[in-house]
């Protein structure tokens, strides 16, 4: 799955019927770890630094998770920004 498809995924899923691939514990684990979906105020420009940092979060050795950290951090500032909280309670 292209990555654009994996972060509407994460964003939308909870909305939509799930894949049948996939299982619904680990996209709300995503969606928790990623602190997703962004909120809905976010702009084009927003969501496509979200991809991009997705992008080179995949490009990381598999033991290295500062990307994906970093995506996290950015959609935490988006929530912080516009004042929303991510569906899927971040933090705990």
């Known amino acids: 799955m292209s990555l654009r498809r ?4 994460l964003e939308c899923r ?3 019927r799930p894949l049948k ?3 619904p514990r680990m996209v709300r684990q995503g969606q928790k770890l990623l602190a997703l979906p962004l909120p809905e105020d976010a702009n084009a420009a927003e969501r496509s630094e979200a991809l ?3 992008k080179a979060a995949q490009k990381l050795p ?3 998770q500062s990307g994906w950290l970093a995506v996290r951090d950015y959609a935490v500032s988006l929530h912080r920004k516009y004042g929303s909280v991510p569906f899927y309670g971040w933090p705990d």
């Open 6 to 9: 994996r972060l509407f995924s």
């Open 14 to 16: 909870p909305f939509l």
């Open 21 to 23: 691939k996939e299982d």
């Open 52 to 54: 991009r940092l997705m």
């Open 62 to 64: 598999i033991g290295d």
